[in-house]
């Protein structure tokens, strides 16, 4: 017979990774990022976990159908609504009839893998 333990009160349940990415398990979905693009914390080949029915707002990164193709975007809703290429705001589409874009969902995670981004600064040990 002994003592029981004092650390018996601090336990945690285990970590679920459904229940921290998928909030509505019907809308969500999974993609790999096809580019590199540090500014947003993406990196390629990125797991991007993207909910359909959440709501974008300015500066949600987002995937959209554009011109039949998916493609990883920031929405920017002001001063018109446009979507802009994560490295390089200054290349926007604009939400005109002729190149009209549909946002698919929010990008809500992202899981990278950080052995990808891992460099040698001492290659000789």
């Known amino acids: 017979m002994g003592f029981p333990s004092p ?9 679920s990774l459904d229940e921290l990415f998928i909030k ?3 809308a969500t979905y999974f993609m790999r990022c096809p580019d590199y693009c540090p500014s947003a914390g ?14 974008p707002v300015h500066g949600s990164v987002v ?6 193709e998916f ?3 920031r929405l920017l809703t002001m001063p ?12 926007v589409t604009f939400a005109d009839e002729e190149t009209g874009f549909e946002i698919f969902g929010v990008v809500t995670h ?16």
């Open 63 to 68: 995937v959209a159908v554009l011109c039949g």
């Open 24 to 26: 509505t398990p019907h």
């Open 110 to 125: 992202v899981v990278n893998d950080m052995s990808l981004s891992e460099f040698d600064d001492n290659p000789c040990m």
């Open 42 to 55: 993406v990196l390629k080949d990125a797991l991007l976990v993207i909910d359909s029915s959440k709501r």
């Open 7 to 15: 650390a018996a009160d601090y336990t945690d349940k285990p970590i």
């Open 71 to 73: 493609v990883l975007r």
């Open 80 to 91: 018109v609504p446009c979507l802009a290429k994560l490295e390089n705001y200054d290349d």
